[in-house]
């Protein structure tokens, strides 16, 4: 029995289960069939202000921000167990709620956020400042110090992850924290909630308020208590976001859409790059903000590899997130299925060629698309240039290494690229012009806590994992003693 079916969802403030101020319950929707599987309290403004309050309360009690790093540390740990602990409700909670492959859920999703706890526990310990040399007579020194309360908003595509993202270094640099999961997809966050406070983690530390961005999102925002917005979704808003954050001169970390470049030059092993490839497309049903939907072939290689995907793509395993052979589950609502087959409707509309795919699969209900590739777009279509989200990629020759380049850049965003290549000169070289937060030679999706992650353009600013992240959460004060 999962914890949903014990006891229906309900806000998490100050360490007490409530509903809605107002009684407004959402409906949640299991994409695999189409179903309401449950129900979660959908948080108004005089909510948001609760939990606010509750976090700046306990942020001002010190009981966690008075801790030193180490034994923060020691209950973030804690964290990361516990979800080892309980991997296999967490990723059937996760799968059912976002519709992600049961292996994949394991695999990914809940082994990546114990692994991203455990490094941030870590980080926890090792938040120095520093003795800075100067000619004055005075011993001078930087600290540094969590911001207050922070506005955790997070997109529907990793519920877990990237609540962790953000939650990991708010928390190991003293900040207490105020979580909006995505209106879709909300379980895993009140499931977390349950693990905070089994972990030892004080109340109010971390709330979480269910509902719509509109609403709760909107509110939480624009609350006066919060110091600092670390926002994962849609760059439209994104910018509503950063603008609103802007005017209260509140910092932010944006981290927003992506439609990452995948460039496979004529020295490339081709047999790893088309596994590469096929990875970063249909990995997470395409809803990958670091996915590799814009494949850019070398024109030499590019009717062999045409060739491959149209004889591989098709027997990629598409079904039952259930079902531990799946690799490609549904969609994770309807409105992002309507998106997709729009985008293939406007690809059709302009002459494309759909390689393979190009339909929904009709499966007990549920939101699926069948993986698409689609070949002959000119790089101006709307399909190559915007963020498609789905399982669809775009193919495109190019003539020599200027012209992948300027491919590859030639969208508004920035999160990530790829470059398949057998030499090391131009592997290094390419990767040095690629205007993205993160370039993978020879693979895709390598991702480790300890390497950061972001985007430049439209893509977002800031920084989640690796140090830089805790320097997001924290301020820096000088404190300068004189020695007359
Ligand atoms: P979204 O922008 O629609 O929603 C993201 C979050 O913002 C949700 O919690 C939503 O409720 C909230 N929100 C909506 N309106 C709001 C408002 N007015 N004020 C405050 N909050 C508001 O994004 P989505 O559809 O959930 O996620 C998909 C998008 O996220 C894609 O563009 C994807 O590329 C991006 N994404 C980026 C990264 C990254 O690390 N850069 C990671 C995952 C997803």
New binding site residues.
């Given amino acids: 029995m999962t914890t949903f079916e014990r006891e229906p969802g309900r806000l998490f403030i100050g360490g007490q289960w409530r509903e809605a101020a107002d009684g407004a319950r959402t409906e949640v929707v299991d994409p695999s069939r189409g179903t309401v599987v449950t129900t979660v309290a959908e948080a108004g403004p005089a909510d948001v202000d609760a939990a606010v309050r509750a976090a700046r309360e306990a942020h001002d009690d010190g009981a966690w921000s008075g801790l030193s790093g180490r034994e923060r540390g020691r209950v973030l740990h804690r964290v990361a167990q516990l979800i080892r602990e309980n991997a296999d409700e967490i990723a059937a909670l996760e799968s059912l709620d976002v519709g992600k492959p049961i292996t994949l859920c394991g695999a990914v999703d809940v082994t990546n956020a114990a692994n991203d706890y455990e490094y941030f526990a870590n980080l926890a310990q090792s938040q120095d400042g520093a003795l800075r040399d100067t000619p004055m007579n005075a011993l001078a020194y930087t600290k540094r110090e969590p911001l207050g309360v922070v506005a955790a908003?997070?997109?529907?595509?990793?519920p877990l992850i990237?609540a962790g993202s953000k939650i990991g270094p708010a928390l190991a640099a003293g900040n207490t924290v105020v979580h909006?999961?995505?209106?879709e997809t909300p379980l895993s966050a009140l499931y977390m909630a349950r693990l905070f406070q089994q972990a030892g983690v004080p109340d109010g530390v971390v709330n979480v308020v269910t509902g719509?961005?509109?609403v709760a999102?909107?509110a939480?925002?624009r609350h006066r208590g919060v110091d600092k917005v670390a926002?994962?979704?849609?760059?439209?808003?994104?910018r509503?976001?950063a603008s609103v954050a802007g005017e209260a001169l509140k910092p932010v970390t944006m981290?927003?859409?992506?439609n990452a470049a995948h460039i496979v030059f004529e020295d490339a092993d081709l047999e790893k790059a088309v596994g590469a490839v096929i990875k970063g497309f249909v990995f997470n049903t395409g809803q990958f903000?670091m996915g590799g939907p814009r494949l850019l072939v070398a024109r030499s290689v590019y009717p062999t590899l045409l060739g491959i995907l149209a004889e591989a793509v098709p027997g990629v395993p598409v079904g039952d997130p259930r079902d531990p052979a799946t690799v490609v589950g549904p969609m994770a609502a309807e409105k992002h299925l309507r998106k997709v087959e729009e985008y293939v409707a406007l690809a059709r509309k302009e002459g494309a060629r759909i390689v393979c795919g190009g339909e929904r699969l009709d499966l007990d209900g549920g939101y699926y698309y069948k993986p698409t590739v689609i070949a002959d777009l000119s790089n101006d279509s709307r399909v190559v240039q915007e963020?498609i989200?789905g399982p669809v990629l775009t193919v495109q020759p190019f003539d020599d290494e200027d012209e992948a380049v300027a491919l590859a850049n030639s969208t508004p965003y920035g999160?990530a690229s790829g470059v398949q290549t057998t030499n090391l000169a131009r592997a290094h070289r390419v990767a040095d012009r690629l205007q993205a937060g993160i370039v993978w030679v020879n693979d895709w999706a390598m991702l480790d806590p300890a390497m950061p992650?972001g985007?430049v353009k439209d893509?977002?600013y800031g920084r989640e994992y690796g140090p830089e992240a805790l320097a997001g959460y924290t301020k820096v004060k000088s404190v300068v003693v004189s020695l007359d």
Avoid: Q, R
């Fill in positions: 908003i997070t997109p529907f595509n990793f990237l909006k999961p995505a209106d719509t961005g509109p999102g909107e939480l925002l926002f994962t979704g849609s760059t439209a808003i994104g509503h976001v981290e927003l859409g992506g903000c963020e989200f999160l992650f985007g893509s977002g």
